[in-house]
């Protein structure tokens, strides 16, 4: 496994370096009532004690994370100061103005947006201490050891296996498709703990520790040339009990919340406008890249590929703009379905705007400028050449649960369908035939 940028020489009972969130100084009350203009305050007070001009940048995230700016709508002592999520972007305005370090999300991704909510909904208050503080900042990179070879589409039929000694569980199994896994100092993983109970009601959720000797990551590599996603395998690895998430046998309701939050953070990534180039986001949306395109092959334009174009317009920016309205929606409470939706939309449309631009550019949409083997630390699906983009594309209907699963639960818990016939759902795993 190549080495991460994650605290290797961590350990369970904390990182390497790492000091238990204090309150606030200063004259601020660390309990008081939190509002825009205290939000203001709080924030100025941080970067005067923490000047991000002369402050390593680790130690400015600790010090926001220990002063609850990090997630003001997570606990106090945890980052966060139990305040509304809308009012986040009081902190981060304040923050980007003063030129302060970000914790680079798009590289640890999973872990704020997948790893994190599930350890704060269902995990212990040690679990919480320990893994949080880290995660943000960005100093331990996590992945998801869900998918496997024959558990894709269908999780819950997964078959790697967790058998309790003691205070210990030994994993043994494979895991497939796991972003960041050469990366990562932690992992999510669902393993099955009991085979003679039905599929979904013998799994247990535990966080597994990626520099143990039994894990061994393998590159895998895409059609795109990179390998962005890994193998992972897992021989005789020992989690402690403490490393459990939520009870025995519950890692099936803990994994929902896990992927809801997924593909929330698939399907509500924030999409520029198209033309949000030169904005501060600095870049721009597929339908941006689609858009410069036209603009400057004027000699390739045709009647048929503008009205297409202008559909495809009109669709992303549809997207754009509901896309919006849910995350403000779940600014008020939990991730539901409606990123399931989200998330179908976002595939479909980079599929069809991506296959547009190849067909637009012609013979030059058919080049391909590197196919050197890469492993990014993250996706930039709009980066590098037309062919890249359709490439990528692809796999947008798979990743994060596929297309099919995922017209499932709309259909389902959106729309109020009767769900499909499974002849398995009250079989024992173990029956089941593989």
Not at 3 to 32: K, V
Not at 347 to 355: K, M, Y
Not at 372 to 392: K, N
Request: charge should be negative; glycine fraction near 12%.
């Amino acid at each position: 496994m190549s080495s991460g940028s994650g605290e290797r020489g961590a350990t369970a009972d904390g990182p390497a370096g790492a000091e238990g969130p204090t309150d606030l100084d200063g004259p601020l009350d660390p309990d008081g009532p939190v509002d825009p203009d205290g939000l203001r305050r709080r924030t100025a007070a941080l970067l005067a004690a923490h000047p991000p001009a002369t402050t390593p940048a680790a130690d400015f995230l600790r010090a926001r994370f220990d002063a609850g700016l990090a997630w003001i709508h997570y606990p106090r002592g945890l980052g966060g100061l139990d305040a509304p999520r809308a009012l986040q972007a009081v902190v981060d305005a304040e923050l980007t103005a003063a030129g302060a370090p970000d914790n680079n999300p798009r590289r640890i991704g999973i872990g704020l947006g997948m790893a994190a909510p599930t350890i704060l909904r269902f995990g212990t208050e040690e679990q919480k201490r320990r893994f949080l503080r880290p995660l943000w900042t960005g100093e331990e990179v996590w992945c998801q050891l869900f998918s496997e070879p024959g558990a894709g589409s269908d999780l819950a039929a997964l078959a790697t296996r967790a058998v309790r000694e003691g205070d210990t569980w030994i994993v043994d199994g494979q895991k497939v498709w796991t972003s960041s896994a050469h990366q990562a100092r932690w992992g999510i993983l669902l393993a099955r703990t009991d085979p003679a109970l039905p599929k979904h009601r013998g799994i247990s959720y535990f966080v597994c520790d990626m520099t143990d000797g039994g894990v061994e990551v393998r590159p895998l590599r895409q059609i795109t040339g990179e390998a962005e996603f890994n193998e992972v395998f897992l021989t005789g690895v020992r989690i402690p009990d403490t490393c459990r998430i939520g009870d025995v046998g519950e890692g099936w309701r803990v994994a929902r919340t896990t992927l809801m939050n997924e593909r929330m953070a698939i399907g509500g990534t924030r999409l520029p406008r198209e033309n949000a180039r030169d904005s501060a986001e600095g870049r721009t949306g597929m339908i941006g890249v689609a858009a410069t395109a036209w603009r400057e092959r004027p000699e390739l334009r045709t009647h048929d590929l503008h009205q297409r174009l202008l559909r495809l317009w009109v669709e992303a920016e549809a997207a754009r703009l509901t896309g919006e309205r849910l995350r403000q929606q779940l600014a008020q409470g939990q991730p539901g379905p409606e990123g399931s939706g989200m998330k179908l939309a976002f595939a479909r449309l980079a599929q069809e705007i991506s296959g547009w631009e190849v067909e637009f550019l012609a013979g030059d949409g058919l080049t391909y400028d590197d196919w050197t083997l890469r492993r990014p630390d993250g996706v930039d699906f709009t980066a590098r050449g037309a062919g890249y983009r359709y490439l990528r594309a692809k796999g947008n209907s798979i990743e994060g649960g596929t297309s099919e699963v995922l017209l499932n639960i709309v259909a389902e818990r959106v729309l109020g369908l009767p769900p499909e016939p499974r002849a398995d759902k009250d079989a024992a795993w173990k029956d089941l035939p593989r």
